[in-house]
C-alpha cells in the first residue's frame, strides 16, 4: 500500500484587531440568491436502491436546459470521455425571496 503524505509549512501572523470586527450584514436576497452555476446538490437512492439514483440542483433562471453526467470511475482522466449524459427536468421554484430553477435526473442501471 502506499499513500502521500502532505506537509505544510507552519505560518504565524500577528494580530491585527481590525480582524475582531463582524462581517457585514449581507441581505438573504444577495446571499442565498441561485445563480447561473449548481448549488445545493443532492443525490439520493429512487426506485430500486441497487441500480438507481437521483440527483437534484438549483440555479437561476437563466440556465434554461440542464444535465447530469455520469461515468465509472477508472484510473486516470479518461473515464469523462465516457461519460452518460441524461437530460434533467426543469422546473420552476418561487419563494419569498426569488426565482430559481430546480433540476432533477435519475440514474439508472447502475
Not at 452555476?37 to 437521483?54: E, H, M, S, Y
Not at 477508472?74 to 434533467?88: C, L, N, Q, T, V
Amino acid at each position: 500500500m502506499t499513500g502521500v503524505l502532505l506537509s505544510f509549512p507552519a505560518w504565524s501572523f500577528a494580530h491585527d484587531p481590525a480582524d475582531d470586527q463582524p462581517p457585514p450584514k449581507v441581505s438573504p436576497l444577495v446571499m442565498y440568491q441561485p445563480t447561473a452555476n449548481p448549488d445545493r446538490v443532492v443525490l439520493t437512492w429512487r426506485g430500486d436502491t441497487r441500480t438507481t439514483q437521483a440527483v437534484t440542483w438549483r440555479t437561476s433562471t437563466e440556465v434554461s436546459r440542464a444535465f447530469a453526467e455520469i461515468a465509472e470511475a477508472e484510473a486516470g482522466p479518461g473515464f469523462a470521455a465516457r461519460a452518460r449524459r441524461i437530460d434533467a427536468r426543469t422546473e420552476v421554484f418561487v419563494s419569498d425571496l426569488f426565482k430559481c430553477h430546480a433540476h432533477s435526473a435519475e440514474f439508472t442501471e447502475l
